[in-house]
């Protein structure tokens, strides 16, 4: 089966500053990858998603960025983060025929 | 485009009341139908899953969820609920041959009293 790690499960960083979120998937190969953003109230954002190394599309435009250097490794970055950041950070994927699985998040504070 | 409408943002109710959370989708093609929840600082966990067949899907924690096409309704629904069904459920669709992205509602959010 399916397993997602995120790390780290917290993060408190300052206006301005920058971020790397990491994830990665144990137990499939050449998955869809995806990030979402969740604000309270407001459910699941979807922020990007991979098919492939490389391969990225962005779903909203924003202060972020991601990557996919390795087939099972998503990374979400910004080179300057801003306060609307804030939030809870979920990677998920999916297989072929597959409901998207979910990590456990990243809480992503801005002072 | 395809939008998610879950109705109510909050449902109390006491400890072993029967509970119905609804959701109402809008597409202009078929979709595949999602329940997740989602327990206080973890992710998603799937509950269960319309894609075809039986309109009647039942999946895990003793949950169930009527897909009604004419109304455009998957409805979950619990019998009897526990404590430990407090969480946030989610409601989301998919349209197949969309790279298996999900469009999800804002969520209701259950608690469980005693």
């Known amino acids: 089966s399916q397993t997602i790690h995120q790390w780290p499960a917290t993060l408190v960083q300052p206006v301005g500053s920058p971020l790397s979120l990491e994830c990665t998937v144990e137990?499939?190969?050449?998955?869809?990858l995806y990030w979402y953003r969740q604000a309270a109230g407001r459910g699941l954002q979807l922020l990007f998603y991979s098919v492939g190394i490389g391969q990225i599309s962005s779903e909203v435009p924003q202060n972020l960025s991601a990557s996919r250097p390795q087939d099972r490794q998503f990374i979400l970055s910004s080179k300057k983060l801003l306060l609307s950041d804030s939030g809870f950070y979920l990677c998920?994927?999916?297989?072929?025929?597959?409901?998207?699985?979910f990590g456990d998040g990243t809480r992503l504070s801005i002072l | 485009a395809q939008s998610v409408t879950q109705l109510d943002s909050q449902v109390p109710v006491f400890e072993e009341a029967p509970v119905e959370l609804r959701c109402n989708y809008s597409?202009?093609?078929?979709?595949?139908l999602f329940w997740y929840v989602q327990y206080p600082n973890q992710g998603l966990q799937l509950l269960l899953k319309y894609l075809s067949g039986s309109t009647l899907v039942k999946g895990i924690n003793g949950f169930e969820a009527e897909f009604n096409k004419s109304q455009t309704s998957f409805h979950l629904r619990k019998p009897s609920v526990h404590i430990s069904d407090t969480a946030e459920y989610f409601c989301a669709v998919r349209v197949p041959g969309s790279n298996y992205k999900l469009t999800f509602g804002k969520g209701t959010l259950l608690t469980v009293n005693p």
């Open positions: 137990g499939t190969s050449n998955p869809n």
């Open positions: 597409s202009s093609v078929s979709v595949y």
């Open positions: 998920a994927c999916s297989g072929v025929d597959q409901p998207q699985h």
